[in-house]
């Protein structure tokens, strides 16, 4: 099931793209707009508009996607309908009142605990690990892995689950690598599966297990999320 999910979030990506790209050259041909295309298309707003639109159709990080979906919206709209304009001195608050408001938001989520400080071994059944340009070895243990969140911008971890148990039932580790990336080391008898969507990135299953090695299938770890310009893997222990 996660895997249809996963797949149909990336053919509505792909098809949202298309149709605004499509839709930017019906409207140069109608005469509505009168511009270069490429000048849109090839430029830093597009490129933030789309990373943006990614996160928010295939990763739970809502907030942030959103946010720079409408940074990148916010400085498309003067190149797509160049009478439109607004003081530039607006947009650099603009982006740090959103900033500020992603930061609360975030904070006040109960469903993880935060990791992003350095540490040798955290007893908790759910992650929420921020590397943000850096990083560090995270060693986390539980009789009851649930999953949770891990976020690199810029940067990346090493996350050290070989000490934990998953609990029963599916857990889900949702990732948002941007720029950067994490390898998570996992016990050879989990049952990993891999949903991520890499744009320009990857992200991949390195176990190693003899093939006769027993997996317990009733406690299953999906890893999901988006990968742009940066990736990951999961090895064994």
Known sequence: MEENRSSLNTRITLGIILIIIGG???FRSLGFISLHIPHIIFSWPFVLFIIGLLIVINSQKKTFGSILLIIGT???????FPFIYY?????FPLIIIALGIYV????RSPRATNISEPSTGLNIDRIDD?????G????INSDNFKGGNIT???GGSEILLNNCKL???ENVLDILFLFGGSEIIVPNDWNVIINVTPIFGGFSNKIRRSPNAPIDTSRTLIVKGIAIFGGGEVKGH
């Open 130 to 134: 921020v590397a943000i340009f850096g």
């Open 136 to 139: 560090g070895t995270k060693v």
């Open 87 to 91: 003081d530039s001195g607006l947009i």
């Open 152 to 154: 690199a911008i810029f």
């Open 104 to 107: 609360i938001v975030r904070h």
């Open 167 to 169: 609990a029963e039932g």
């Open 74 to 80: 916010i400085f498309l709209i003067p190149r797509i």
């Open 24 to 26: 930017l050259f019906l």
